[in-house]
């Protein structure tokens, strides 16, 4: 049913490249503790190294074709960190700041023209390319965060505690702050760390109990409501992953899919204090 990849406890496992081939995450140098950007060809055990820097590079965010990167470092003097996009995956690429770019970019659209971030407990949007300054997208007296684009960069998803609980939230994209217009709540007894589909047919989403479960999203714009998801499978049986949902937590992301039937999974494990990728094959539901 599933494949498991050895990692060393300190490495962030992060994303799956959109081909499903490659995954990157974040590595301490053994020496200086300072973190870099790599990602491992699955199939061939490859890996390789994307950033060299005396500062801290972490959370890689693939582009839609595979060939760029974008991460965040605290190069600069910044503490809470930047982001940066990588234009090219060799070491030697070039590397480019986000001007004003909010510290946590979770996503960019398919076309990379716009950036979704968590800052300050809110969801921020950025045309990149411009030099315009980041937009509140949702701005309210609740913690937003996880903001994904849909693959046709229509929606957004995100995780609110609007509740008093984490809960995912799907909103229109259009370029500009949010409104209450077409805002629809998909689940309704906790969900985080939302992940979707390939064609955006599908949302995936983490409960506290570490179950990944689907909702069904084909009519997202044409219903006032979506079906009530289906759990899909238990991430993590014998331990836990390296993210608890439901606990408010404003980065990483612990499991990521590129064609909603195979699941990357970042466990941990013990005794040995390592970390273990599961990649579990399931057929999802359609």
Same mark, same amino acid.
């Given at each position: 049913m599933g494949q498991g990849l050895s990692y060393n406890r300190t490495d962030l496992i992060e994303c799956l490249s959109p081909s499903g081939d490659r995954v990157a995450y974040s590595k301490p140098d053994d020496r200086s503790g300072n973190?870099?950007?790599?990602?491992?060809?699955?199939?061939?055990?490859?890996?390789?190294?994307?950033? +060299?820097?005396?500062?801290?590079?972490?959370?890689?965010?693939?582009?839609?074709?595979?060939?760029?990167?974008?991460?965040?470092?605290?190069?600069?003097?910044?503490?809470?960190?930047?982001?940066?996009?990588?234009?090219? +995956?060799?070491?030697?690429?070039?590397?480019?700041?986000?001007?004003?770019?909010?510290?946590?970019?979770?996503?960019? *659209?398919?076309?990379?023209?716009? +950036?979704?971030? *968590?800052?300050?407990? =809110?969801?921020?949007?950025?045309?990149?390319g411009t030099g315009e300054k980041p937009i509140r997208f949702l701005a309210t007296s609740f913690l937003e965060m996880g903001g994904r684009f849909s693959p046709d960069g229509k929606w957004i998803a995100y995780?609110?505690?609007? *509740?008093?609980?984490?809960?995912?939230?799907?909103?229109?994209?259009?370029?500009r702050p949010a409104t209450t217009a077409g805002k629809l709540q998909? *689940?309704?007894?906790?969900? =985080?760390?939302?992940?979707?589909?390939?064609?955006?047919?599908e949302l995936f989403f983490m409960t506290a109990d570490s179950g990944i479960n689907s909702v069904d999203t084909h009519s997202l714009g044409r219903s006032g409501t979506t079906p009530a998801p289906v759990r899909l499978f238990q991430a993590c049986p014998e331990t836990s992953p390296h993210l608890a949902a439901l606990t408010d937590q404003s980065y990483g992301n612990p499991f990521d899919t590129h064609d909603g039937r195979t699941f990357l999974v970042n466990c941990r494990t013990h005794p040995s204090g390592r970390y273990v990728v599961l990649l579990n094959g399931l057929g999802s539901p359609r």
């Open positions: 973190r870099d950007i790599w990602y491992r060809d699955i199939a061939r055990g490859i890996t390789a190294m994307v950033t +060299l820097n005396s500062a801290n590079d972490w959370f890689p965010v693939w582009s839609a074709n595979g060939k760029e990167m974008m991460f965040v470092s605290d190069r600069d003097a910044a503490f809470r960190g930047r982001p940066y996009i990588k234009r090219s +995956l060799d070491i030697a690429g070039a590397e480019e700041v986000v001007p004003d770019g909010v510290e946590s970019p979770w996503d960019w *659209t398919p076309d990379g023209q716009w +950036l979704v971030s *968590t800052g300050d407990g =809110d969801i921020w949007i950025q045309r990149t995780v609110s505690n609007e *509740t008093g609980r984490p809960e995912v939230y799907v909103q229109p994209f259009l370029g998909v *689940t309704n007894r906790g969900g =985080d760390f939302p992940v979707w589909g390939p064609q955006g047919q």
